[in-house]
């Protein structure tokens, strides 16, 4: 009875074989991607069940090779014979596994399914007319069955969902059948209803069914396995009731599949607005495209792949205007080996260059930094003033990409009458600016309020940032590079409302500093800040932080270049300066700025200046700096050059420093912005030093003097009166 | 002769005045009375109302600090109320009424805030024999402490810096301000000799301290 079962299923798959064949030739539905969700602890189960119901028709006990879980089971009269545990009730982490395994399954069909029609038999249905599939995603909106005496035959290693709308049924002496690598534990039956498994007239010895199947706890979803079924899979019905007869069910071998995720970032810098769904992936194996690619780009954690173990290839269809890299698990020309079981993730990094990757050759940038002194008692922030370059709206401290060579930008803002408007940085006093290709230029606005000073002037604050990359030089190509920001706070008051924007990095994470997370840069405090991210052309990266203390912001601005493509070493310079005092409470002095020169590269820098726009006798030439250690005249990493500069100051002031040094035929420069504050001159009318208060009280004997002065005076004048009478 | 008698008339007048004066003067010496508070509103050279026109609003830095309530300088035995002064006509920062009390000048920065605060107290025996709040500023040596409750109920401790002798109407600036960031607490009180033709003594003495 057996062998001619047997071979009658031999026939029935030969047919089956051929036919697949013959699609292959007149083409069937393209399949979507699936990935087998992950089941959990649940995946030692062969049955989860709320009420666990068994029957014995023919004397033949029920055999699960699994474990099995029930909260209310079928008892002694009706025994079960089973190799794994028996546990009762069914833990409910059996739940959980469940429904997050339904959410995963639910999100595929979502995104992209198969649909098959309403109320279908799958083993003959438009697309699948012999029954048969290849690894994917099909749906029904209604039932899903199989014809009594048909087979389904599921074709190739993959992941295979079927997502019904209503009840899943499948007729007696039906079979579903796995041929050429497919594998039922990457099959899953995810009913909209109840399941009911047919029965077999005779005891089978290869499964009647496969896979997974996936209750919704919901009433209604309960799964009735008929007599003599034969299932190579598991029956996951936490909360509902599971009924059997004389079945034998047995849990799968784990799935040998592996799983390829593929994400897609966009890296919109200088005004790109292309999406990640405007990027199209592609998975292929020996030059073909797996099942469900190309399909549009996601972000992380990405779109996933099941694939059996093999080299594969990802790419991306070029998109205009956009440099794409790929890195993560994946080579950088795409390509990834998958063994069996693993997890691996590739990133598609799609860069915006408008210039199609010309290497900065007609491009140059602009970067807008504002400061705001409110001395005198406005209260006007930042976002008060619109910023434009030409006719191009801009934000303070965001770099921004103009086509060079130009003869002059302008920058403009829409001012307020209550503050007056000063140019410094690359600007000139107009805001006009020219680049030339590959320029990064500053222009820096300080806004300073106009009214009566107030008696006590304000404390600016005074903030510093370093940037270091690493690496300096990707001398191979296109890479990941990590930006470390080191901010603190130079000055002499808290520093709020801390804000770092960079141009072509985000997010810029704060890793540590502020240990009283009070998001206030105390005074000798030193935040760490680290950002990375792929660069695939020579690039230079602008920070800007900008932070505020009584009313007064201070901006500080580090440029940082990393060299792709080729076996140069950038330079790295950085200025700190320091002006004393930071305020000049009585109408004018002198300040004295330090400016402390360092080089937090690796390459010594030759021809180093210093330079401020509103402090003279600054060395036009530096040689011989007593910090020069080693007398050989270039700013090494280990040495720090000190200069001063003193300025007589009539009002607040806020002055652009900048250092530069070369290396490597190339030239770095930082600047340093810091702000003093004057009291306005004007002492007699608005501002005045008090006196110092009278505190004394004559002594008791002067007092007593004081008043026998007095009556002696009074008496002689009286004695005087009355002689002239007389 | 008529100008004889026009002087002898004068000269009564004033002995009328002298006399009477005299008898108010001892009548308040008698009953224990302020007389230098008499003196201030008889001739107007004290006035207490703070000239807010040419102060303008206080120092805009960090409202961290209540408003000072005691002070406590236990090296010299000083546990004192505050009064809120401003400035003086004359453009002096103001006295507290009571010798008992010190004030504070609230338009500057409030003790423990960012800037100085400045602190004034009498010196000088009261006629009754009491005596005045500062009376042993001038002891106090660098390194002492000084304590000041605020209305937040906190203590801020402040140690004293150095302390300097100024001129009465020498320029004030260092007192009434700074730059450093820190918060400062600055006391003033007179001493030297007593000068009858002002009223008052011949030198300030100012203890400068820092918030510790």
Redesign the interface.
């Known amino acids: 009875m057996r062998k001619n079962l047997y071979k009658s299923l031999t026939i029935t798959t030969l047919v089956f074989a051929l036919a697949v064949g013959m699609l292959g030739f007149i083409g069937s539905t393209p399949a979507s991607a699936a990935t087998s969700p992950d089941i959990g602890d649940s995946s030692t189960y062969g049955i989860i069940s709320s009420t666990y119901t068994n029957s014995i028709n023919t004397g033949t006990l029920t055999d699960i090779t699994g474990d099995l879980c029930y909260t209310t089971g079928p008892g002694a009269a009706v025994p079960v014979s089973i190799s794994g545990a028996t546990v009762t009730p069914c833990a409910p982490a059996r739940g959980t596994d469940q429904s997050s395994a339904l959410a995963d399954l639910n999100a595929q069909v979502a995104d992209s399914c198969n649909d098959l029609g309403v109320n279908i038999n799958i083993n003959s249905v438009v697309g699948h007319l012999t029954g048969t599939y290849t690894p994917g995603c099909y749906s029904s909106s209604g039932t899903m069955g199989i014809t009594s005496g048909t087979t389904v035959t599921l074709d190739g290693a993959g992941t295979y969902i079927f997502k019904s709308g209503g009840a899943i049924t499948t007729g007696t002496d039906s079979f579903v059948v796995l041929t050429n690598g497919a594998s039922a534990s990457d099959v899953f039956w995810a009913p909209g209803g109840a399941t009911n498994i047919g029965a077999q007239t005779a005891t089978s010895t290869t499964p009647s069914f496969v896979g997974n199947i996936l209750q919704n706890s919901g009433a209604a979803f309960d799964v009735t396995i008929g007599h003599f079924a034969n299932i190579l899979g598991r029956v996951l019905a936490f909360g509902r009731d599971v009924t059997t007869d004389s079945i034998t069910i047995a849990v799968p071998s784990a799935s040998s599949l592996a799983t390829l995720r593929v994400v897609t970032q966009v890296a919109n810098y200088y005004g790109g607005t292309a999406v990640v769904s405007d990027f199209n992936p592609h998975v292929k194996l020996s030059g073909t495209d797996v099942t469900g690619s190309p399909a549009v780009g996601v972000v992380s954690p990405g779109r996933s792949y099941s694939l059996v173990a093999g080299t594969y290839v990802v790419s991306e269809d070029v998109h205009t205007q956009y440099i794409t890299t790929i890195s993560g698990d994946c080579a950088t020309n795409g390509t990834v080996t998958l063994a069996s079981g693993d997890v691996k993730t590739c990133i598609f990094t799609n860069t915006f260059t408008p210039d199609g990757g010309t290497g900065g050759k007609n491009k140059a940038t602009i970067t807008v930094a504002k400061v705001i002194i409110?001395d005198n008692?406005r209260t006007k922030t930042i976002a008060d003033f619109s910023l434009f370059v030409n006719t191009t709206s801009v934000v303070s401290g965001v770099t921004n990409i103009f086509p060079a060579p130009a003869a002059a930008y302008v920058v403009t803002e829409t001012g307020d009458a209550n503050y007056t408007k000063t140019f410094s940085g690359d600007c000139d006093s107009t805001g006009h600016i020219g680049l030339s290709p590959g320029d990064n230029k500053i222009c820096i606005i300080t806004n300073n309020d106009i009214g009566?000073?107030?008696?006590?002037?304000?404390?600016p604050p005074l903030i510093d940032i370093v940037k270091v990359p690493s690496p300096l030089a990707l001398p191979a190509g296109p890479g990941p590079v990590t930006y470390t920001y080191t901010l603190r706070n130079t000055?002499?008051?808290?520093v709020t409302n801390i804000t770092m924007v960079g141009d072509t990095c985000s997010p810029i994470n704060l890793v540590s500093g502020d240990s009283n997370a009070n998001a206030t840069l105390e005074?000798n405090e030193t935040w760490l800040y680290r950002c990375s991210t792929i660069l695939v052309e020579t690039h230079t990266n602008i920070i800007t932080a900008t932070g505020w203390a009584?009313?007064i912001s201070d901006v500080d601005i580090a440029s940082a270049t990393v060299i792709v493509g080729e076996p140069i070493v950038p330079p790295l310079i950085h200025v700190t300066k320091i002006p004393s005092?930071?305020?000049?409470?009585?109408g004018e002095g002198m300040v004295t700025y330090t400016y402390i020169v360092t080089n937090p590269g690796t390459e010594p820098l030759s021809d180093v200046t210093i330079a401020d726009d509103k402090c003279t006798g600054l060395p036009s030439r530096i040689s011989g700096h007593p910090g020069d250690s080693n007398k050989n005249n270039l700013l090494e990493s280990n040495e720090t050059w000190n200069f001063t500069c003193q300025s007589k100051l009539t009002q607040t002031t806020t002055n652009t420093g900048m250092a530069t040094g070369s290396a490597n035929g190339l030239t770095a420069r930082d600047v340093a912005i810091v702000t003093v504050v004057v009291n306005a001159a004007a002492p007699v009318v608005?501002?005045?030093?008090?006196?110092?208060?009278?505190?004394?009280?004559?002594?008791?004997m002067?007092?007593a003097a004081?008043?026998v002065g007095?009556?002696i005076?009074?008496?002689a004048?009286?004695i005087?009166?009355r002689k002239?009478?007389a | 002769m008529q100008s004889?008698t026009s002087l002898?008339q004068v000269?009564?007048a004033?002995?009328i005045?002298?006399?009477a004066?005299?008898s108010v003067?001892?009548i308040l010496?008698a009953f224990g009375l302020p007389?230098?508070g008499f003196f201030a509103k008889l001739f107007g050279s004290?006035k207490n109302s703070a000239s807010s026109a040419?102060?303008?609003?206080?120092?805009?830095?960090?409202a961290t600090a209540g408003s000072p309530t005691r002070i406590s300088i236990p090296d010299i035995g000083v546990d004192a109320a505050f009064e809120f002064?401003g400035?003086t006509d004359?453009?002096?920062?103001?006295?507290p009424k009571n010798?008992a009390a010190v004030?504070w000048?609230s338009?500057?920065?409030r003790p423990g805030e960012?800037?100085s605060a400045?602190v004034?107290?009498?010196?000088?025996?009261?006629?009754d024999?009491r005596k005045?709040v500062?009376d042993k500023l001038h002891t106090l040596q660098k390194g002492d402490s000084i304590y000041v409750t605020d209305t937040k109920g906190e203590i801020i401790v402040f140690v004293v810096r150095e302390i300097r002798t100024?001129d009465?109407?020498?320029?004030?600036?260092d007192?009434?301000?700074s730059?450093?960031?820190?918060a400062h607490l600055n006391l003033?009180?007179?001493e030297g000799v007593?000068d009858?033709a002002i009223?008052?003594?011949s030198k300030?003495l100012?203890v400068f301290a820092d918030k510790e």
């Open positions: 409110n008692g009566a000073p107030i008696v006590v002037p304000p404390v000055g002499t008051v808290p005074v009584n009313g005092p930071l305020v000049l409470p009585a608005n501002t005045v030093v008090p006196k110092l208060p009278n505190t004394g009280y004559p002594e008791d002067g007092t004081g008043f007095i009556l005076a009074a008496s004048s009286f005087v009166f002239r009478r | 004889k002898q000269l009564l004033v002995s005045a002298g006399i004066l005299s003067v001892i010496l007389t230098q004290v040419a102060v303008g609003a206080s120092a805009v830095v960090g002064v400035l004359d453009g002096a920062m103001d006295v010798p004030a000048f338009p500057g920065p960012v800037g400045v004034a107290g009498h010196y000088g025996p009261w006629k024999g005045s500062f100024y009465p109407y020498a320029d004030a600036t007192v009434f301000f730059s450093d960031g820190k003033v009180t007179c007593w009858e009223q008052g003594y300030r100012v």
